[in-house]
């Protein structure tokens, strides 16, 4: 689905987005499943393994900011993940040899869907080279008014920001005075639902509150070169660390490249997901629902 123009374009740029890559069937059955787990989230009062829930959440207006690993969730969710469509522009970036990481579904209700600060993925899950990605499915047209995600171009080439707070804590955002030029020079990855975005581990993002009538759902996931090996080690034991092989074989010899690492340590003030993780900011850059 994509050629060398476009491979060009994400090394150089750190991201691309590919329109239309999956097919109107797919996109109504993950929405289907995706209204009914939020219905189901008026059974919660508090984040879960599978809810983050937005402020204001309640069982009479259930609101919820993030289902999380929906992969493991519902299987509309892997099939997406494993489709053959979306694997064979993956090699085309990252080699033969396929590993997800982690997925997330982020939901931005219409009015009120939270922001995400200024991040580099990088700075949360290291790895032994940078050949590590994270894939955005567009569940919902995505245009400028209702959040969609802005990735500095360029930036995966460059300084890996701090992004620890003023205590030395790990705060899961970058303070936004010290990333001004950049932050200006941010693209947004707009597109019709079923295209896909591709940014860069190291590439600077963040997203704005959902101002919009509409909602904005966004499939992410990350995914590596099966020789990038996590540095803060696997996340879950060595069966599941196989079934997470979307291409090719597990690699116990990780190819090193001499690259900028800060560790996210010491752990930060809240943890369980970004939102929360950048929450205790004194220095947000995004507006926020009333
Ligand atoms: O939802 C978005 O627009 C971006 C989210 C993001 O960067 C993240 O969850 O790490």
């Given at each position: 689905?994509?050629?060398?123009?476009?491979?060009?374009?994400?090394?150089?740029?750190?991201?691309?987005?590919?329109?239309d890559?999956?097919?109107?069937?797919?996109?109504a059955?993950?929405?289907?499943?995706?209204?009914?787990?939020?219905a189901?989230?008026?059974?919660?009062?508090?984040h879960?393994?599978?809810?983050?829930l937005?402020?204001?959440?309640s069982?009479?207006d259930?609101?919820?900011?993030?289902?999380k690993?929906?992969?493991?969730v519902?299987?509309?969710?892997?099939?997406?993940?494993?489709?053959?469509r979306?694997?064979?522009?993956?090699?085309?970036?990252?080699?033969?040899?396929?590993?997800?990481?982690?997925?997330?579904?982020?939901?931005?209700s219409?009015?009120y869907?939270?922001?995400?600060?200024?991040?580099?993925?990088?700075?949360?899950?290291?790895?032994?080279?940078?050949?590590?990605?994270?894939v955005?499915?567009?569940?919902?047209?995505?245009?400028?008014?209702?959040?969609?995600?802005?990735?500095?171009?360029?930036?995966?080439?460059?300084?890996v920001?701090d992004?620890?707070?003023?205590?030395?804590?790990f705060?899961?955002?970058?303070?936004?005075?010290t990333?001004?030029?950049e932050?200006?020079?941010?693209?947004?990855?707009?597109?019709?639902?079923?295209?896909?975005?591709?940014?860069?581990?190291?590439?600077?993002?963040?997203?704005?509150?959902?101002?919009?009538?509409?909602?904005r759902?966004?499939?992410?996931y990350?995914?590596?070169?099966?020789d990038?090996?996590?540095?803060?080690g696997?996340?879950?034991?060595?069966?599941?660390?196989?079934?997470?092989?979307?291409?090719?074989?597990?690699?116990?010899?990780?190819r090193?490249?001499?690259?900028?690492?800060?560790l996210?340590?010491?752990?930060?003030?809240?943890g369980?997901?970004?939102?929360?993780t950048q929450?205790?900011?004194?220095k947000?850059?995004f507006?926020?629902?009333?």
């Amino acid at each position: 689905m994509i050629g060398e123009q476009e491979v060009r374009a994400y090394r150089r740029d750190g991201v691309i987005v590919v329109p239309d890559v999956l097919g109107p069937d797919v996109l109504a059955r993950m929405r289907q499943v995706l209204a009914q787990l939020v219905a189901e989230s008026a059974g919660v009062q508090e984040h879960t393994a599978v809810y983050d829930l937005e402020p204001g959440h309640s069982a009479a207006d259930p609101r919820v900011r993030r289902i999380k690993a929906p992969h493991k969730v519902h299987s509309v969710f892997d099939e997406v993940v494993r489709s053959p469509r979306v694997i064979a522009i993956l090699q085309a970036l990252l080699g033969p040899g396929i590993r997800l990481h982690n997925s997330k579904l982020n939901l931005k209700s219409a009015r009120y869907g939270s922001p995400v600060e200024w991040h580099q993925d990088w700075a949360f899950y290291p790895h032994t080279n940078d050949d590590v990605l994270a894939v955005g499915v567009m569940l919902d047209d995505m245009d400028l008014s209702n959040g969609p995600m802005l990735v500095t171009p360029g930036s995966h080439t460059g300084p890996v920001f701090d992004h620890h707070d003023r205590e030395g804590r790990f705060a899961g955002m970058v303070d936004p005075d010290t990333i001004r030029p950049e932050i200006a020079r941010a693209v947004p990855c707009l597109g019709r639902a079923g295209s896909i975005s591709f940014h860069h581990v190291r590439a600077l993002h963040g997203s704005a509150l959902n101002t919009s009538d509409r909602p904005r759902s966004f499939l992410l996931y990350e995914v590596s070169a099966a020789d990038a090996w996590p540095l803060l080690g696997l996340r879950t034991d060595w069966a599941d660390f196989e079934r997470e092989m979307l291409a090719g074989e597990p690699v116990l010899q990780p190819r090193m490249k001499d690259l900028p690492v800060r560790l996210p340590y010491p752990p930060p003030l809240k943890g369980g997901s970004i939102y929360e993780t950048q929450s205790t900011s004194a220095k947000p850059y995004f507006t926020r629902a009333a």
